[in-house]
């Protein structure tokens, strides 16, 4: 049972992490690289909330599947680190789906009504750009936590 759950978790991670490439790798850059710019962003806004929700549904699986693990071994020392990593990757996508993503589409609305630019610099374009940046970091700590607690479910046999 303790082998199954190790490879559901590994597994759950994996898909995780294919999943979150293959967004910023293929889908977004071929995105903005074919449609306008506008299109390019209702499109990836629309996606989003899909993504975020399959990332916090492997999350919960893996995050499980570790806790499970963690139960049934009796050397309960090594087996917290992999569980702490993707909790904090199930954190971050959690904080970015629920908290940032709707902040910047609040501000991605708000930047069409006042009717600014494209690159225009104003309150609502730093006020997006600021939660995009912020979207991009969670990101990047999900993708890194993923692939130390990857490791680390590989090491905790």
């Known amino acids: 049972m303790v082998g199954a759950m190790r490879i559901v978790a590994a597994g759950a991670i994996v898909c995780w992490l294919g999943v979150m490439a293959f967004f910023g790798a ?5 995105a903005f690289t074919t449609l306008d710019r506008e299109a390019a962003g ?3 806004s629309a996606v989003f909330p899909r993504y975020y929700a399959v990332g916090a549904a492997l ?3 893996a995050l499980l599947a570790l806790l499970v693990r963690l139960l049934l071994r009796d050397d309960r020392s090594g087996g917290w680190v992999s569980l702490l990593l993707v909790a904090l990757m199930l954190a971050s996508t959690l904080y970015a789906w629920l908290v940032v ?3 910047a589409h ?3 609305e708000a930047l069409h009504q006042t009717g600014a630019a494209t690159g225009a610099v104003s309150t609502e374009s730093l006020v997006f750009t600021r939660l995009h940046r912020l979207s991009s ?7 890194l936590a993923g692939i130390l607690g990857l490791v680390a479910v590989g090491l905790r046999r």
Not at 26 to 30: F, H, L
Not at 137 to 143: I, P
């Open 26 to 30: 293929v889908i977004a850059p071929a």
């Open 42 to 44: 209702r499109f990836v």
């Open 59 to 61: 999350g919960g699986l």
């Open 101 to 103: 993503l709707p902040a």
């Open 106 to 108: 609040a501000a991605r």
């Open 137 to 143: 970091v969670l990101n990047g700590v999900s993708l």
